[in-house]
C-alpha cells in the first residue's frame, strides 16, 4: 500500500523557468492538501483540493501559482516564472472521501531550490 | 482565523532526560489536534493526534500529549528522549467536521520545535 507519492524529490530551477510538482495521493484518497514550508518557519496551507475541483486556494499566491486535481493522474502544482523566494519545500497531503476522525497523509515533498 | 503558537524554536537534551514542548492554539471551537514529526530528509509522521475523549493521549515511540481546553494547549511529552528522536516537531490543529466549510481538513501548524538529543 503506497503512500502519498511526490516527485520530484528535488527540482531546480532557474529564475524565470517554470516548477512543476506532482503528487500522488495514498488508494482510494481523493482529497489532496498541498503545503509550503520556507526555510525557519513551520508549514503553511496553500490549497485543498478534490478530483477535478479546487475547494479552498486561500493559501495560494495570486500570481503564478495554479494547482489541479484532474480526473485522471496526479495533483499538479505549477509555479510560473519562478524567483528566489519560491525556494522551499512542497508537501502534499491527502485523505480519504470520507476524512471524518482521520488525518492526512504526507509525501516527502518536493525540496524546490530556485537559483 | 486559527493560529498555533509553539513555545521553543529549538531544544537540545541529553539522552535520556524528559521532554515537554509547548503548543497553544486559538480557534473559537472545537478542534482536532496532532502532532507530527520530520526526521532529517523524510516526510512527516503523525505522532498522536485527539479527536475526543480521554484528555491524555498516546502516541507512537513513547510519546504523549494531553489537551487541556481550559489553556487552549496541547503539550507533547516523553519521559526519556533518545538520540534516535532528534527531528523536527511540528503542532497541527484543523476544526472539527462538523464545522463544515471548506476549512475543514485543513491543518494549521506551529512554526516547528527542532529537537536535537545529544547521546
Known amino acids: 500500500n503506497a503512500g502519498v507519492m511526490q516527485n520530484p524529490r528535488h527540482l531546480v530551477r532557474r529564475r524565470g523557468q517554470e516548477a512543476r510538482l506532482r503528487c500522488s495521493p495514498m488508494?482510494?484518497?481523493?482529497?489532496v492538501y498541498w503545503y509550503r514550508q520556507l526555510p525557519e518557519e513551520g508549514l503553511k496551507f496553500m490549497v485543498y483540493?478534490?478530483?477535478?475541483?479546487?475547494?479552498?486556494e486561500s493559501g495560494m499566491p495570486k500570481e503564478r501559482f495554479s494547482a489541479e486535481f484532474p480526473k485522471e493522474g496526479p495533483s499538479i502544482l505549477r509555479i510560473q516564472q519562478v524567483v528566489r523566494g519560491d525556494s522551499a519545500a512542497y508537501f502534499c497531503?491527502?485523505?480519504?472521501?470520507?476524512?471524518?476522525?482521520?488525518?492526512?497523509?504526507f509525501g516527502q515533498g518536493t525540496r524546490l531550490t530556485v537559483v | 482565523a486559527q493560529s498555533v503558537s509553539q513555545h521553543n524554536h529549538h531544544v537540545i537534551l541529553s539522552e535520556a532526560a524528559s521532554l515537554e514542548l509547548g503548543c497553544n492554539y486559538s480557534?473559537?471551537?472545537?478542534?482536532?489536534l496532532f502532532w507530527y514529526v520530520q526526521y532529517p530528509g523524510q516526510h512527516l509522521q503523525l505522532l498522536l493526534k485527539?479527536?475526543?475523549?480521554?484528555?491524555l493521549v498516546k502516541g507512537i515511540k513513547g510519546f504523549e500529549a494531553e489537551f487541556i481546553k481550559s489553556k487552549f494547549s496541547f503539550n507533547l511529552r516523553k519521559p526519556s528522549v533518545q538520540w534516535s528522536d532528534t527531528a523536527e516537531y511540528f503542532c497541527?490543529?484543523?476544526?472539527?467536521?462538523?464545522?463544515?466549510?471548506?476549512?475543514?481538513?485543513?491543518?494549521?501548524f506551529g512554526q516547528g520545535t527542532i529537537l536535537t538529543v545529544h547521546p
Open positions: 497531503a491527502s485523505s480519504p472521501v470520507r476524512a471524518l476522525g482521520t488525518e492526512a497523509f
Open positions: 488508494k482510494g484518497h481523493s482529497h
Open positions: 483540493l478534490q478530483k477535478e475541483n479546487i475547494i479552498d
Open positions: 480557534y473559537g471551537g472545537t478542534v482536532n
Open positions: 485527539y479527536f475526543s475523549g480521554d484528555p
Open positions: 497541527a490543529v484543523t476544526p472539527p467536521h462538523n464545522a463544515g466549510g471548506t476549512s475543514y481538513g485543513k491543518l494549521t
